[in-house]
């Protein structure tokens, strides 16, 4: 275990449900990251968290809305997506943002919006 | 329990050494391996695995992955400054919708002048 964990494992949705994703790390981190790893596609940063603060937003559709409540709890709210966005989420955190830190990744949360 | 294993976990080298960074793994239901370099923002991928024996070459870089003793091995070769980064290996295992992604801790490079 890389002390980075993820709820639900496996999550199938469909367009029109309301539904989220937790993360959390005992890790003593202070950055926490959402990625989305879509078939065929390269890893693609999706926010980043620094101290509780949101420091990154890649361009990510409002359907996707995060909440960072303290540092060691990350989560991703989702609400009418699409059938693309059925992807692998994951979630990772490292001492901070923008340092060159090992980035501990969690198990990830598999997503099928129907 | 799935696992990935690197080594070594930090090493510095000489501009225009050659390294070879290891990857290990246990995995149900083996689909890829992957390799990332993780400079200051996200890990931007470096190479997808699934074939045993073929090797994936991009400029300096290059890998290959062995099934049957479950490893992978990256190379650099004529290292430059900017390779310094942590090289992250991941492997994705299970079947359909139950697959996932495990990572490694990462391999720190430091490459000085």
């Known amino acids: 275990e890389t002390g980075v964990t993820q709820t639900p494992r496996h999550l199938v949705m469909g367009m029109t449900n309301k539904k989220s994703l937790k993360c959390e790390q005992h890790?003593?981190?202070?950055?926490m990251y959402w990625y989305k790893q879509s078939a065929k596609k390269p890893l693609e940063l999706m926010f980043v968290?620094?101290?509780?603060?949101?420091?990154e937003n890649n361009s990510v559709p409002s359907r996707f809305s995060p909440e960072c409540p303290n540092s060691s709890h990350l989560f991703l709210h989702l609400h009418t997506l699409q059938p693309e966005d059925s992807a692998l989420y994951l979630c990772?955190?490292?001492?901070?943002?923008?340092?060159?830190?090992?980035?501990?990744f969690g198990p990830g949360t598999r997503l099928t919006v129907l | 329990e799935d696992k990935v294993v690197q080594s070594p976990l930090s090493l510095v080298v000489h501009e225009g050494d050659t390294v070879t960074l290891n990857c290990s793994y246990e995995?149900?239901?083996?689909?890829?391996l992957l390799w990332y370099k993780q400079e200051k923002k996200a890990p931007t991928f470096l190479f997808m695995l699934?074939?045993?024996?073929i090797e994936k070459k991009s400029g300096r870089l290059s890998s290959i992955l062995d099934k049957k003793e479950l490893f992978s091995i990256l190379n650099i070769t004529a290292t430059q400054t900017g390779d310094s980064a942590i090289y992250l290996c991941?492997?994705?295992?299970?079947?359909?919708?139950?697959?996932?992604?495990?990572f490694g801790t990462g391999t720190r490079l430091q490459v000085t002048l």
């Open positions: 890790l003593g981190h202070n950055a």
């Open positions: 968290y620094n101290f509780k603060e949101q420091t």
């Open positions: 699934t074939s045993s024996g």
């Open positions: 995995v149900t239901n083996f689909r890829s």
């Open positions: 990772a955190s490292s001492p901070s943002a923008g340092s060159t830190d090992t980035q501990y």
């Open positions: 991941a492997v994705e295992g299970g079947t359909g919708t139950a697959s996932k992604l495990t």
